[in-house]
């Protein structure tokens, strides 16, 4: 992968064999600057052109190497973390014990027994209830849970999924959002994301920016997908470090750029994806991921459930869990 130059000259956008573009393509390698403005090389063209084949790519831009590269990386990650931020639970989402009373699958009283249920134990998720008390089937709680998200309900093939996933995204990631990768389309520009709980929207532009495809979102059965990750999780082939106490922007960025030194990366990208801040190193080869964790699960907030259906559990029920809750908290 050669590092991108500063074009001297246009370059021709016809499809004949033009004559100076063997010159114009020798200027362009010759013309490579480091991106950097503290650069000691910038004003320096031969030295600069020498060091081409050990620099590093970052967002479209080459650097000559890590300490040119430190600062903006520097930038990047403290933009990124100042973003993580604990999300709340969207009031507007429809009660997921309401869209399945209005599907005709339960009935209220249902609810209010899978309530009770919910608050005596203090875990699990609302629509884990219905299917643990035999009140929906599998399909019926996905089909709700699709509606409430608006988005399709993808037939996923645990088989096929575990083919078509491996070592497109960390373990992590997935894990984190309880999703797997779908499908993917032959040009491998378009890929399904499939979410058991609830749609990751970081985690769809993080994919997006690193993979460099666009993510679509469905829904699938909580099974399938839990099938999906347990098979990823006993047959992991793919290598990722995974930082879960490391938060401060300038230590991720130390850390950052000693792993691109040392796998002499040609390229890093960074982005935010799930409650993790995911980096890759492309190398001439092969690629490799590094995480760090910056969202521990959020803190549930209890939703007023008593609107939808009379005569309200006591104030102590745990009444938020009503299976839109964050994607971190496995089923």
């Known amino acids: 992968m050669s590092a991108p130059g500063i074009a001297l000259l246009p370059q021709s956008s016809g499809s004949s064999p033009n004559p100076r573009s063997w010159r114009i393509r020798w200027l362009n390698r010759l013309a490579h600057r480091c991106a950097s403005p503290q650069c000691p090389h910038r004003a320096a063209l031969w030295p600069s052109w020498l060091r081409g084949a050990s620099g590093v790519e970052f967002e479209g831009r080459w650097y000559c190497g890590t300490n040119c590269l430190r600062p903006i990386i520097g930038l990047r990650v403290q933009s990124l ?12 989402r429809i009660p997921l014990g309401l869209l399945l009373v209005d599907r005709g699958a339960i009935s209220p009283e249902q609810v209010r ?21 035999g009140m ?4 019926q709680l996905t089909h709700a849970l699709g509606q409430q998200w608006g988005c399709p309900v993808f037939p996923l093939e645990p088989q096929k999924a575990k083919l078509s996933c491996a070592d497109l995204v960390p373990l992590p990631l997935l894990e984190s959002a309880f999703a797997v990768p779908a499908h993917a389309s032959p040009d491998g520009r378009n890929l399904h994301i499939a979410f058991g709980n609830r749609v990751d929207h970081t985690l769809l532009y993080g994919m997006e920016q690193l993979l460099g495809c666009q993510t679509i979102a469905c829904v699938a059965s909580g099974k399938a997908i839990a099938q999906v990750l347990d098979h990823l ?7 990722e470090t995974c930082f879960e106490n490391v938060r401060d922007p300038r230590e991720m960025t130390a850390a950052i750029c000693s792993y691109a030194e040392h796998l002499r990366a040609r390229r890093v990208s960074v982005a935010r994806a ?3 801040l995911w980096v890759r190193f492309h190398g001439s080869r092969s690629s490799r991921d590094l995480l760090f964790r ?3 699960a959020p803190q549930q907030e209890p939703a007023d459930l008593t609107r939808d259906f009379p005569n309200p559990l006591p104030d102590s029920a745990d009444k938020g869990k009503d299976g839109v809750s964050d994607a971190s908290s496995p089923l």
Request: cysteine-free; aromatic content about 10%; hydrophobic content about 35%.
């Open 274 to 276: 799930a409650a993790f």
């Open 233 to 239: 999780r006993r047959n992991a082939t793919r290598e």
């Open 113 to 133: 027994i899978a309530l009770q249920r919910q608050r005596d134990t203090g875990r699990g998720r609302i629509g884990d209830w219905f299917l643990q008390l």
């Open 81 to 92: 973390s100042s973003s993580f931020v604990q999300e709340k639970p969207r009031n507007f």
């Open 136 to 139: 929906v089937t599998d399909q």
């Open 294 to 296: 910056v969202l521990q």
